[in-house]
């Protein structure tokens, strides 16, 4: 299933999250003085206050902490039901992506499901999704 989505605007800060999927990895910005992980990456640690930041391939586990299905077209070639979700990092769980749950039936997907990430490619993006850690 691919859903039609409006593609993100990239800079510096933000490419290798979009970028990462090419090579099979999900990088999340990464302090380099701490280790904090940093969504949406900003260049800027807000633990330590560090710039010291890198993009770091996190395991591309989590856990869905909020979870939408959604029965509106709202283009006409949109396939419907579809799952809007926030995914926790294995890693970090106050690390949170805005994404979509995929490969399952959009009803079973529950808050507290593990998932794994898996990557849809968008021109040259590639969109971090997630489906049921199962169906890996
Ligand atoms: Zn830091």
Not at 4 to 33: Q, S, V
Not at 70 to 92: R, T
Not at 95 to 108: G, H, M, Q, Y
Request: include cysteine.
């Amino acid at each position: 299933m691919t859903v039609p989505r409006p593609l993100p605007a990239t800079d510096r800060d933000t490419e290798a999250f979009w970028k990462g999927g090419g090579e099979g990895k999900l990088l999340i910005e990464r302090c380099n003085a701490c280790h904090y992980l940093i969504h949406p990456p900003t260049g800027f640690c807000p633990q330590c206050e560090s710039r010291d930041t890198a993009p770091h391939a996190v395991s591309g586990r989590g856990v869905v902490t909020s979870c939408t299905v959604n029965h509106k077209q709202w283009m006409p070639d949109l396939p419907v039901p579809y799952v809007l979700a926030l995914v926790s990092l294995e890693e970090q769980d106050d690390v949170r992506l805005a994404t979509n749950i995929v490969d399952c039936d959009p009803e079973s997907v529950f808050i507290g499901m593990k998932v794994t990430v898996r990557f849809e490619q968008s021109q040259d993006l590639w969109v971090p999704l997630f489906a049921p850690e199962t169906a890996a």
